[in-house]
């Protein structure tokens, strides 16, 4: 999981930041939307990389498998 997080942490974040300051400056949205937007955005990154982990680890399992079982 750490590997996938590390590995797309800074593109992520700039598209994060991005995203808040476009709401903050062009729609001009409140204070506390935008912080809620961007708290919910990294526990998704979070979430999407310890899913990402999960699938990897499941389909290296399934390659481990022997073929008659």
């Not at 809620?36 to 481990?64: N, P």
Request: glycine share 4%; aromatic share 14%; hydrophobic share 60%.
């Amino acid at each position: 999981m750490w590997n996938h997080y590390r590995d797309n942490f800074l593109p992520t974040q700039l598209i994060i930041l991005f995203v808040c300051a476009a709401m903050w400056l062009v729609m001009h949205m409140p204070a506390l939307g935008i912080v809620t937007f961007f708290v919910a955005m990294q526990l998704g990154f979070v979430a999407g990389a310890a899913w990402a982990a999960r699938l990897r680890r499941r389909m290296l399992a399934r390659r481990e498998r022997l073929p008659l079982r």
